[in-house]
């Protein structure tokens, strides 16, 4: 006989207590968001993975310019006022990836905001017109055969010197079609630009920048007390504010623009090729400081202020890969999700307790206790690690339902087979243990390696649900450590269970009681049976 | 006590035994078959892969008022190429197009949304640039090399390589079946399916591990006898845990079928099904391949070693003797003979203990 096992359900019993108690007073502790965080297929709004590439082709990406990057995008995603917004990165060096998660339903402003990634540039305005395309006509007004149409340009429109073809150029071109007032398209800082604002209500002749995207330190939106509207207050480095001094002398004597004067007295800011903005100089601006007013909104200034903050990008960045779900269809995908789970648990729970009877009744408070636990857990996880539940994760977990309540089914079965080898109820109960305990142990940890294999390796969705799924195998042993195994001992020691009935699940005649077929099978035990065998 | 409990009970003592390790041919041929079938549709048909790996775009329209054909005309003359449309459960239109930038697919989305009469915020698209998905594959195969390379550690030190290659043997057996079917059927691969299929590895190794565990139980100091070979040893192991495997197997399945179901019926298709499909698949051919596939493929490997060898020339050796002995079993050797003389041994245990089992009758009584 194998040596006496002596267990101590209480206090394993207490020490699982411990911890469930602990987590939930730290998951609802007063004052806290106790809420589990949802992931963006469950709330609904817009993922973009962007993949990093050098502004030099062929050059490599550190680290710094992905942090730097990521740090960028991330101001920039904040400063849409989007609570639990998201910046990660994935992976490194030249797998990199960022993803960039916006709850709520942003989708084009998302992209937009993280796709303004070229070049900022502060450009004297030449002459301000409207957004139509007009074409040279002769005498009669009819057009002229070969001239500069408006499919002929396309922003950026660039010359070195303000020349007639440029002129006839920025006449032509359309600022109505989207493809020239959406940008994307970097323009060089050195030379004119032709380019239309970016709603494509106007259209601009421009000079060569003289301040780069670079030369601003800062930039905030602010509402300045007594003020009417919303502004954006700029800083300049010492070449910036040079610059800015030279030109804004200049400017500010310059006429009114968009009454026909060229040059004129305003400076558009340019990025990607369009113009953001385009304040005029009210006096010279001498300290470096400066602040752009207009009718902006709260969200406009804000908005501005990033880009100008945040314009110049270490890095280039393509989006790869952008999905957007709507709140309904995420709601929707939460309660089936839930629904799916709830049904499942209940199967299995009735399965359990068909089978196993009283035992199928601590199985089922088992994986009650590990479902407690996994939401308390969870809790506390989204509070301190900012973990967040998506649907990919809901499968982890009802999926995790199954592996967990095998670990009842492997304790249980060997239980019924110490009872077949002769063991009394008790005996069973604690050898029957000892050995499911090493299969589970080993079971259980081929189950860790994978989810941390996918979650180190995976990008998006598959980190979710390997994450869930570790996270579950490790409260799967931990309920059958310190609640099934216990819970089940002291049923043992209990009259009911010693009595025997059909109904606990281990009525040793049922089960047949004694065998020799496993000391035929089992050495080690046949050597410790020798005499009666 | 259910039907399964005395099955169980009679399983467990060998009193039936159903020989999964000594008709390993029988198994390996129904197992090539599946086999051959997988990698020949993955070969001639190939998988069908979702936007996420091809690249593309992908519009989803909830409730929409639209005709295939008007969605499908607005999609081609905004995205300049062809679109793919299709109507899916509850009424959900869904178009895909090669992929476009965001600003494109922005503008197909408004376009749609009025075609269709609804609001274009409830629009779910997704745009997938085409070297995206390359990626990703990539990822998911280091992931799995990696995982392969760590578990066979593992398993060499927990068990012997033996077992390892075994396990793995059945790995590559449940994967490859999942990814066949889904070629069968043309089910779209999506990452949600690929999740699946990385969970498979989990499971069915999961799966084997159990079963082995009691394998090595059972053939712990096989050597020093000489009434089971390790064929006999491994296939008690495998019958003893049959139970297990079995209503683990129901266990397991039932939440993924739940999800099937409840997704089926409410989301159409989405993550969810995805998912719980590719489960479905990989759990059922699991559970099947370390019955079938894992300890046959073990207890050849191992009864190919010189121990073994000799342990299975002691035992017919025996085994002739006894039938000398007692002369009327018309006995030639091999796995009927285990079978047998297992049984009649368990007879004689029960008969040798009878006291035990009345005892528990007296007390009720």
């Known amino acids: 006989m194998a040596t006496p096992v002596r267990t101590r359900p209480w206090r394993l019993l207490s020490a699982l207590l411990v911890v469930l108690v602990g987590f939930s007073v730290w998951a609802f502790f007063p004052g806290t968001d106790s809420s589990i965080r949802l992931g963006l297929d469950l709330q609904g709004g817009t993922q973009v993975i962007l993949v990093p590439k050098p502004v030099v082709e062929g050059a490599v990406i550190t680290d710094d310019q992905l942090a730097q990057t990521v740090e960028i995008l991330r101001q920039r995603v904040d400063g849409l006022g989007v609570a639990e917004s998201e910046v990660t990165t994935a992976g490194s060096g030249a797998d990199a990836a960022i993803v960039v998660s916006v709850p709520g339903l942003n989708q084009d402003r998302v992209v937009e905001l993280v796709q303004q990634t070229a070049l900022l540039d502060f450009r004297p305005v030449w002459s301000v017109f409207g957004p139509t395309s007009t074409t040279p006509t002769d005498a009669d007004g009819a057009p002229i055969e070969g001239a500069v149409s408006a499919t002929d340009v396309e922003v950026p429109v660039q010359a070195t010197e303000n020349s007639v073809e440029f002129q006839t150029e920025v006449a032509a071109l359309d600022c109505l079609n989207p493809t020239n007032y959406s940008g994307g398209t970097p323009d060089n800082p050195e030379q004119w630009l032709g380019t239309c604002d970016q709603n494509g209500f106007s259209k601009y002749s421009l000079q060569p920048a003289f301040i780069k995207g670079t030369n601003v330190t800062d930039a905030q939106a602010q509402l300045p007390q007594g003020g009417v509207g919303w502004i954006v207050s700029l800083e300049f480095d010492t070449e910036g504010a040079g610059a800015l001094a030279t030109a804004s002398t200049e400017l500010s004597a310059l006429p009114e623009c968009g009454t026909g004067a060229s040059p004129c007295n305003a400076f558009a800011i340019v990025l990607d090729g369009v113009v953001v903005s385009a304040p005029r100089f009210n006096e010279p601006i001498l300290g470096g400081q400066a602040s752009i007013e207009g009718d902006f909104t709260a969200q406009e200034a804000r908005d501005l202020a990033n880009v100008l903050k945040y314009g110049a990008l270490p890095v280039t960045l393509e989006p790869v890969d952008v999905t957007t779900i709507s709140p309904t269809v995420g709601q929707d995908q939460l309660s089936a999700g839930l629904i799916a789970g709830g049904v499942g648990l209940l199967l299995v729970m009735v399965y359990l307790l068909f089978y196993y009877r009283v035992l199928g009744v601590v199985a089922g408070l088992s994986l009650v206790v590990a479902g407690g636990l996994l939401y308390v857990v969870f809790i506390v996880l989204s509070k301190t690690i900012g973990l967040t539940l998506t649907l990919a994760g809901i499968a982890g977990a009802i999926v995790a339902i199954g592996i967990t309540a095998d670990s009842f089914i492997v304790y249980f079965e060997r239980i019924r087979d110490e009872i077949r080898d002769g063991r009394s109820l008790r005996q069973a109960c604690d050898t029957g243990w000892i050995r499911a305990r090493r299969t589970l142990l080993a079971a259980d940890f081929v189950s860790i390696l994978a989810a941390a294999v996918l979650y180190l390796l995976s990008v998006g969705s598959v980190r979710g649900f390997a994450f869930v799924l570790g996270l579950t195998t490790v409260i799967d042993v931990l309920v059958a450590f310190w609640f099934t195994h216990p819970l089940v001992v002291l049923l043992g020691r209990s009259n009911f269970m010693q009595r025997g009935s059909r109904w606990t699940g281990l009525d040793p005649e049922r089960l047949g009681g004694v065998s020799l077929a496993d000391a035929m099978a089992g050495q080690s035990r046949r050597k410790r049976r020798e005499g009666s065998a | ?365």
């Not at chain 2, 591990?209 to 064929?231: A, C, H």
């Not at chain 2, 207890?299 to 017919?316: G, N």
Request: some cysteine; glycine content about 10%.
């Open chain 2, 1 to 365: 006590m259910s039907k399964l409990g005395s099955l169980g009970q009679r399983m467990y003592r060998g009193e039936i035994s159903f020989d999964f390790v000594g008709r390993r041919k029988t198994w390996y041929t129904i197992s090539a078959i599946i086999l051959l079938v997988s990698i020949g549709t993955l070969v001639f048909r190939g998988l069908n892969l979702g936007i996420e790996f091809k690249g593309g775009a992908d519009f989803s329209l909830p409730n929409a008022t639209c005709t295939v054909e008007s969605a499908r005309g607005v999609a081609e003359t905004e995205s300049g190429g062809q679109a793919i449309v299709t109507v899916t459960g509850s009424g959900t239109v869904r178009v895909q197009t090669e992929t476009l930038t965001p600003n494109e697919s922005s503008i197909l989305a408004g376009a749609l949304a009025d075609a269709c009469g609804i609001a274009k915020d409830d629009i779910k698209y997704q745009v997938v640039g085409p070297t995206w998905g390359a990626e990703i594959s990539k990822k998911a195969l280091q992931g799995l090399g990696v995982f392969i390379l760590l578990v066979t550690l593992f398993l060499t030190i927990y068990f012997e390589w033996r077992m390892a290659v075994a396990a793995l043997v059945a790995l590559a057996h449940d994967l490859l079946i999942t990814i066949g079917i889904y070629a069968l059927i043309g089910l779209e691969v999506t990452p949600a399916t690929v999740i699946g299929v990385l969970t498979i590895l989990g499971y069915s190794l999961y799966d084997t591990v159990v079963v082995f565990d009691k394998v090595k139980e059972n053939t712990r100091g096989i050597t020093g006898q000489s009434i089971l070979t390790y064929d006999d040893a491994a296939n008690l192991a495998v019958n003893q845990t049959l139970v297990r495997s079995i209503n683990t197997s129901v266990v397991a399945l039932l939440p993924v079928l739940s999800i099937i179901v409840v997704g089926a019926l409410i989301l159409g298709a989405g993550t969810l099904l995805d998912l719980a499909v590719a489960l479905a698949i990989g759990m059922a051919a699991g559970t099947y391949s370390s019955i079938f596939v894992a300890t046959p493929v073990l207890a050849q490997l191992k009864s190919a070693t010189p121990e073994m060898k000799a342990l299975a020339t002691r035992v017919r050796a025996r085994r002739t003797q006894i039938a000398k002995k007692t002369g009327a079993d018309s006995v030639d050797g091999g796995d009927v003979v285990s079978s047998d003389s297992l049984s009649r041994s368990v007879e004689a245990g029960e008969r040798s203990q009878p006291k035990r089992v009345s005892r528990s009758k007296r007390k009720r009584k």
